[in-house]
């Protein structure tokens, strides 16, 4: 079984701070890891995937296979970020591309 | 491109009733996923169509039924429903529905149940 934990419900940080999402999976084989934003009225939307290792608006993740973590990143947060990020995974072994996501983690960024 | 696109964007049924709600892929895609979010939590996957044909399920009852035209549209379909059906439906659609394909969400249909 595949499984995505995100263990914060809401995080909340000053304008300028360092922000840092985090997410543990659980799945048997080779998963690929994702972080999905939801920006307020707005539809869901991919932020980055693992396997492209690119920043996207300063986000970062980097996964971990040792700790089954894909924490999500940013060094500086702006208020614009404010949004649900959801962490999900697909299994490589399963046929199409189901997402398994996680609860969601609310950020708040004050100013 | 005006993306995936779904309806009704917001309805209410009554208990044992049964709702059809819709989506149409985003030009070019050919796989549609329908995903259940309930307040507060992550979409859970429903199930995924294929070339007309369901692909993949996740554990939902088979209350829960879909459908997908030739067109690549599709069709959620929920009979009998139960107050814990009201959740945000959401259709994903990709291309192939292959692992590594950028998978698209449309903005949900809101189903509440009373």
């Known amino acids: 079984a595949q499984r995505v934990t995100q263990p914060e419900k809401l995080l909340s940080v000053f304008k300028g701070a360092p922000v840092e999402l985090k997410c543990n999976y659980s799945?048997?084989?080779?998963?690929?890891l994702f972080w999905y934003v939801q920006y307020s009225r707005q539809r869901l939307q991919l932020l980055l995937r693992?396997?492209s290792r690119e920043s996207i608006k300063g986000f970062t993740a980097d996964l971990n296979k040792g700790e089954t973590s894909f924490h999500l990143k940013k060094p500086f947060a702006q208020e614009e970020d404010s949004a649900m990020y959801y962490c999900?995974?697909?299994?490589?072994?399963?046929?199409?591309?189901?997402?398994?996501f996680g609860g969601g983690t609310r950020l708040m960024v004050k100013p | 491109d005006a993306g995936v696109t779904q309806s009704p964007t917001h309805l209410i049924k009554t208990r044992g009733q049964q709702v059809t709600l819709r989506c149409s892929p985003k030009?070019?895609?050919?796989?549609v996923s329908w995903y259940q979010q309930a307040l507060g939590q992550g979409p859970q996957f429903i199930f995924q169509?294929?070339?007309?044909?369901?692909?993949q399920r996740g554990n939902f009852p088979d209350r829960f039924s879909g459908h997908q035209f030739p067109n690549y549209s599709s069709e959620l379909n929920v009979n009998a429903l139960l107050l814990g059906d009201s959740a945000l439906y959401l259709c994903?659609?990709?291309?192939?529905?292959?692992?590594?394909?950028?998978?698209?969400f449309g903005e949900g249909s809101w189903l509440t149940v009373v």
């Open positions: 999900a995974l697909s299994g490589t072994y399963t046929a199409g591309n189901m997402l398994t």
């Open positions: 030009s070019g895609h050919d796989t």
């Open positions: 693992h396997i």
């Open positions: 994903a659609s990709s291309l192939g529905g292959l692992s590594g394909n950028t998978i698209y």
């Open positions: 169509y294929y070339e007309e044909e369901e692909r």
């Open positions: 799945y048997s084989g080779s998963p690929e």
